[in-house]
Structure formats: C-alpha cells, structure tokens
C-alpha cells in the first residue's frame, strides 16, 4: 500500500478493523455462551471485559498505518481549534493579548537590531573609529557635544605620522548652491578630505572615488556625486560622467557616483567634494576646529593604543603649524588635548542606545506581563475543564498526554498570537518609519529582518511553552479521584489553584509598577523640559529660513548687510508677519558655533587668554531678539546705526552678565574684546539665557555682535556674516504659502540667492525634546498595557473567585453577613495581593530607576512624587478591578443559589 | 481476569509476530482463530490479548508478510477475515526461528552451567 493509500483508504482500512473486531467478541461471545452456559448478554458483557478497551486496540491497530505523532499533533490542533472557537471570547481575548505583546517586541527588536546589532554598512565596519579628541583643559568648549573635533592642520599632522591607522580622513557636512538648472537649489554637501573614501571603503557605482589628487592645490575640479541627486538630476544617466556642474557659481566636473544607500558616518549627501584649499599645507593655522575625522585601524590595533598614538602626535602637531610669527602654538598644552576615539558604531548611534535598549527591557517586561495574564486566563479555564480533565485521566488518558495536549494548545495559540504580531509589527515599523523621530539614527535602515522574524519565532514559542508549562504543571498531576472530588459541590475553590493565580497577580502588580513608575519619571522630565523657559517664546510662530550671501554673488560687505537689510523689510511686509530678525545662528539650529574667551577692560591682562573660559559668539541684527520673544534684562538691542556705522558695541546673555559683573544692570557699560587689535566694545544689552544647544542642556554664556564690523585681518575695510538665518514672526508661521512669499522676498532682491532652512522654531526646539518625547512615548505605551493586563488580572482572578464562592457567599448571607462585609473580603484579598506586588515593585523600580538616570531631565531616579502617584494610581486601579466582580456579592439571593442545588 | 497461570505479556519484541507467523504457515486462520490456536499450542501458557493481536497482525500486514481476505467461514458461517502468510512472510520466519534458536540456546548455555553449579 503506497504512502497515497494510507492516506487515501484510511476509512476503508477503519470498517475492516471495526468488522474483524466486532466479530472477534461475538465469536467469543458465543464461545463463552456455549462453555459456561451464560445468557448472551451476560456472555457478552464477560466477552468485552475479557477483550478490554475495543476502541484503543482499534486506535493502536490503526496506528500502524499513520505517522502517529503527526497525527496525533493534527488530531490535538483539531481538538484545540474546535475548542477555542466554542469560546471565542476567551480565543481572542488571548490572541489579542499575546499578538499585541509579540507584536510590540517584535517591532522593538526590529529597531534594536538595525540600529543597535546590525553592523554599519562599510566593510569591516568593526574597525572603523570616529577620531574624537579630549580637551579637558578647555574651559567653555563643554558646549561642543562631541568633545573636539579635528583642524585641517591636524589631519595633515595625523594622515602623515600615524602608526596605528591603515588610513584616515575627515569630513565635514554643508550646504552649497547648484545653479544653472532652474531656480537655485540648495544641495547638501560632504566636503571630504583624501583618504576618507578610502577608510569607509565603499566602492563607487560608477566612475572613480576622489583622491590625493583632487586635493593637491590648483587641482582641475572634481566631484563625486549621491545616488538620489543622479537620479532626481540626471535620471540615473551613465553619461553624466564627466559633465560639469556649477556649484557654489563654480564649475565643477562629475567624476563618479556613490552607490544608493551610501552615508558618510550618519550624513546623508548629493555631492561630494574635495577642499584643496582647506587642506593646502602653505596655508595652514592650529585653528579651524571644525572636522569630523574617521580612521580604520590596522589590524591588531586596539582603540586604546590608538589614543596613545593620536596623544603622540599632539606634540608633533603643535610643532608643524603656527598660527602667524607672534603666536605660540605650544598655547594648546594647556588644552591637554588627547585622543578619545570611539567606535564609529557608537558615534552614529549615539545615546539613542540607553533610550532603545530601555524601551526594548521595558516592552520585554511587558512581554512578561502578558504571559502571566495568558496563564491566568488558561488557568481559569483549565479549571472550568478540570472535570472533563478528570474524567479523561479516569479514562486511562496518561499524564503526559494530558500535559501534551495543553502544551500543544498554549503552543498553537504562541504561534497564532505571534503571526497576528508580526502583521502588528510591520504596521508599528511603518507608523514609526512614517513619523521619523528625528534622532533616531539609521531610520531607513530599520526593517522586518530574517533576524526579527527569527525573534518572533523563538518568542512565540517561549511563550507558548511559558504559560503552557504553568497550566500543564498544574492540572496534568491532578490525580482522577482528587480532581473529581474538588469539584464536588461541598468544596469550595482549591486553595492550590489559587495560589498560583495568586502568584500571578503578584508579579503583574510588582512589574506593572516598575513600568508605570518609569514612565511616571520620564513624564515628569518631559514636564520640566516644557517648562524649561528656552530663551525664546512662541516658536510655533517663529519661522526661520537660511541665506547664503557668497562671495562670489555679493562680494562687497557693505552690500551684503544693505541686502540683508533689505530682505528683512521686504519680509517685515508680508501680510501677517509683526517682526523679522535675523542672526548667524539660531538657538538649537545645530549649526557649528562661532566662539572664543573675552577679556574685560581693566580687569583682564592680554596674558591672561589662556585662562580664561570659551564663550559662544553670535551675530545679531537689529530687532532679532524683539522677534524671537527673547527677554531685554536690561539696556537695548542693536539699531541699524550701530550697524552702518560700526559702532563698537555687545550684547551678553544673563548669565555671562552675572558671573562677570554680578548683575545684568552692572554689565551694561563695561567693555569687552576678544583680542588685542580689537577696539574695546561696550556692552549696550543684556538678554535673557538662550539653551543654544537644546533644551535639556544648559543654556551656554553668549556674546552677541553685530553682523557687520570692521575688519582686523584681511584688505577690506568691512567684514560681514555671510550665513545668516532670518527669523519671521507670524500668526502663519510654517504654511505653504509664507515659506514661499519669503523666498520670492530673497529672490527679489538677488535671484541667486541660495535658501535653506525653513523650518519653525517649534520644530527646531522639539528636535531636542525629541529624545525625551520619543523614550516617553515608548514608556507611556508600555506602562499603559502593562496597567491594563494588571488590571484585568486582578479582575479576572477576583471575578473568578466570585463565583467560585458563590455558594459559600450564600451560606453565609443566609446565616446573617452584611453583603458591604462579604464584598470587603473580596476587595480586601485583592489589595493584600496588590500591596506584596506594589512592595517588590518598588524594590525593582528603585533599581531600574537608577540605570535610567542620563535618560532623566531636572527629577531624581527616586522621585517620591513618581513613586507615589504610580502607587496610588496601582491601588485605585486594583480596588476598582475588584469592586467590579465584588459588587456581584449584592445579586446573590441565598435562597435562590442553595435551591440550585 | 486470572493470569496467575498464562503469561499474557510478549516475551520480548518480535515473539508475538513469530509466532502468529508460525500459526499461519500452519494454517491460515482469522485472529479469533489465531488466538485460541496460539492457547492451545502452549497449553495455555500462553494467552494472546486481542489489544496486542491486532496491531500485531496490521503490522505484518503493512510488512506485507501476511495478507488478508474477507471469507465467511464455514463452521460459524460468519464473515470473517482470514491472514495467510506470504512469501517474504515465510523467509522472515525462518530467519527469526533460526535467530530465535540460536538466542535460546545461548541463554541456555549461560543459565544451565551456573543451574547445575548451584545445584550441586
């Protein structure tokens, strides 16, 4: 019989059996008839005990024919669909919980291992390191997140005397103006020194990478250009190979393109370039801080000797350049730079890793809850089957197969719960892809992978197997004569079976707290940094928008502050806009800061620079801080007047005016400098802090001059900020339609014009409560499931010992107890039960709360405001929970339920 | 059911199979028959239980070593469906005898000299 028949023949196969053995006991029946003078019933009933179980001598004989454990798998998956689907309430109760917990983990390990597991996208990525440097000796540059960042002069020193790289480079991202082809648009740039294509590895699509070559001054111009630029410039045409294209009013000839996907670090491009004259050895200084450097090490070099190597060539350094005859390179010991290199991995990732391996821990958690309220639910309803479970093992079914048989039932729903998960988790990865939190690094490379799919796998069957164990462990050893027995109708609920829901219900409360006291602290950061004032005031109607006046479009300074000045009138016109402004940098714009140490008249000597601390250096016009909302503490903003005519005149921020003179009113008509050529400028304005760097930094001590002043270093008599932002307030900031009307204002005045940058302060300030908001919002959804499942928990298990004890309840009433009594023991178990989780879950709470503390913003880890509204919250929560099923005590009418019996 | 006197249990794996095979060389016969004859054979020492019997004899057949037919026997004139040995039924039971023999008298010779040791 082939392997089809068996299939195919099976019930054939069965009537043949059923035949031969019905006819086996008649034959025996007669036999026994004839030998002992029986009647035939008799006779038969003696044939049947003498032949024992007819329908399994049946079942093993057919066995033969099957694939028994298949089968008998099919057999239980059959059993296990036709019962859930008898209570399909139960059925999706428990998928709806379990695909949103694996749903949820799902997602979130999506996340963890594209931006935290998955290696960068460079070739031996392992080895790349960003080349960060220390300069604890500083003062004042702790406003520079990243520690400092490379010179020109330095790379030079660092890609000729290093002995721990195979190579090195630096990079630094910008915009830059592609004209020629319709309106002006703005490109973002990567100006890259040689030999960084070389350390990231990455060959080009097409045409060649740039080199030593390109960078050598006086070198023909040529530029590599991003996937997306060919394909939204050129439409993808090979033949662009060799074109020119203007940018920055420059020709500059197309040598190769980048592959799709590729990034330098975490930076996005259209063109690459190279800077032959920032990287010319003939003209070099110490300064120009401004360059991101990567190295792969050579192989067996650890990060550790290369930051001996990079401290090495300090020195070096500082004997190679100059900045001018008079000056003292050796100035920079003080700095005591040294090399702190990272993983490059570490870099682009960033503190983003603290908030996702948190968020993956607390959906973990959640995980958890999920599983014991499963188990729960199972537990309930392996007891209302526990009879049929009883009478089964009576029957001769063994412990094992019982126990296999809820196993394979808490399986099936694992697998189910995680293919729903899995559909819940593409679409989270979608809404998260879709909102784009904007410092979540790596974003578009977060996706479904094999590796996810893998976790979901694993997680659904652990689960699976979790809660299944729970439930089989508990019933399959239930001895026949016990089970039947405790659901007699004297007993009340077996205390066994309570005890472990009890268990249950206990870990729920104690990690629900855990997550709600979490989430409580990460809420009440966000509340500070809302209530952060940030130096400004409205954002949602400050629009800002950034022109680039370059040289080589308006070259004279004088006509480049007529031109801004112009602008901000024409934008000062449009309908609906009450002030404009404009400044170099804008608070949290994240653009590299201008700064230096400033000296008070009298009070500094010139000896003394080294000593004192840096401060942050902003250019503003005339009216920015009136538009920007920005406090006058005391005296005045600059006027167009002190502007055209140069007057030496600043501005500081309240607490550079505080810790200089002690006052805002005291600073005003003191004089500062920043260098010995320099005039003496007064201070005419103190203003309120600004958090330049974010909101959950401290605001840095600013000095603000005007945008035009004279010029110390070069011919011309003038020197200008060519980069500045303008700020627009107005009722309709961040429409369509103004964003345009400011762009035709700029291009009114000079179509050339490049324009970036529109974005309202709003966004710009929420970018840095982003992480606070992202890492609350994960928390908050967490702590809201892990509240509800506890809730129901506790509901289920009150509501079920409700009617457990109905008939005891009604024993009681019947012998005169107050119902209000009666629902008090109910309520009353069901706190005790909430008081042993809330006393573990603030133990662990208290713990976790500690790893938490870089996430935290103005609250402490132990906040007892948290820790007691999250209690209090549990407790309400958990009474409520159980005055529902409790409230049933008042339906009960005793006469009623003991006549049921 | 009184087993103190029959061995209702396989001997070890294979017995029974040897032995519905050596009933059925004999004589084809249907399992009512096969057991009795078995019975009978080994005085009752021996007493085949039907939950044993018949997966036994699905086995032979999906082994193809016995093959089956619904006749209706003549002495009860009841539908019955009598095995008979097929050929590669016979081989294996020469085979098994043979093997058999050769464990038995194996056992034999580790029992009976320590039997004749202790008696003497």
Known sequence: MTWLERIFRRRRLDDDLAEELQAHIEERTEQIMRLENLSRSEARNAALRAFGNAALVQTRSREVWEWPRLEALFVDLKLVARRLSRSPGFAVTVLLTLSIGIGANTAVFSVVDSVLLKPLPYPRSDRLVTLSLQAPGAAGLASFRDGLLLSPSMFLTFAEHNRAFQSLGVWSAGTANVTGVGQPEEVHVITVSSGLLETLAVPPLAGRWLNADDQKPGASKSLMIGYGFW????????????????????????????????????????????????????????????WNGVGRLKDGVTIGQADADITRMIPVWM???????????????????????????QQVIGSIGNVLWLVMGTIGIVMLIVCTNVANLLLVRADSRQQELAVRAALGAGRGRIARELIIESLALGAVGGAAGIAMACAALRLLAAIGPVNLPRLSEISLSLESLCFTAG???????????????????????????????????????????????????????????????????????????PGFSDPQHLQTMRVGFLQSIVSDPLAVTHAQNEIADKLAQLPGVSSVGYAADVPMDGLEPNWNSIFVQGRDPWSAKSTLPMRLFNYTSPNYFHTMGSRMIAGREFTWDDVYNQRPVGIISENLARELFGSAQAAIGKQITYFELMPWHQIIGVV??????????????????????????GPEPLDAVRGVTFVVRSERAGSESLTQEMQQAVWQINGELPVSGLRTMQELASRSLARTSFTLTMLGIAATLALALGVIGIYGVISYSVSRRTREMAIRIALGAQKGELRWLFVRSALALTGIGLLIGLGAAAAIAQLMTSLLFGVHPLDPLSFATTALVLVAAAALAACVPASRISAINPADVLKAE | MDNSNTTSRDLFPGALEMMILESLRRQPAHGYALVQHIQ????????????????ALQRLLKAKMVKAEWTVSPATNRRVRVYQITKSGLQHLERQKSSFDRMLEGIQMVLGPARRASNT
């Open chain 2, 40 to 55: 009978q054979r080994s005085r009752n020492l021996l007493q085949v239980e039907e939950g044993s019997l018949y997966p």
């Open chain 1, 688 to 713: 309120e802090d600004a958090r330049h760097n974010g909101v959950d930094a401290p605001a840095p001590a600013i000095v603000y001059w005007p945008t035009m002043s004279a010029n110390l270093y």
């Open chain 1, 459 to 533: 997680l659904s069957i652990f689960s699976g197997l979790f809660f299944g164990s729970i439930v089989s462990l508990r019933y399959s050893r239930v001895g026949p004569g016990a089970a039947l027995r405790g659901s007699s109708r004297t007993a009340t609920a077996g205390r066994d079976r309570h005890r472990s829901q009890n268990v249950l219900v206990v870990a729920q409360v104690a990690m629900a707290l855990v997550l709600l006291v979490c989430a409580g602290l990460m809420m009440r950061s966000f509340a500070v940094l809302l209530h952060t004032p």
């Open chain 1, 319 to 345: 004997d190679s350049w100059s900045d001018g005859p008079r000056s003292n390179s050796h100035f920079f010991d003080i700095w005591r730079i040294a090399g702190a290199l990272k993983p490059l991995k």
């Open chain 1, 231 to 290: 394909q939204r410039q050129f439409g993808g045409q090979r033949n662009v190979l060799g074109q020119t294209i203007r940018v920055d009013s420059q020709s500059w000839q197309i040598v190769g393109i980048m592959p799709r996907g590729f990034k330098v670090v975490d930076s996005g491009f259209d063109v690459l370039r190279p800077a032959p004259a920032a990287f010319d050895p003939r003209h070099q200084i110490m300064e120009g801080f401004a």
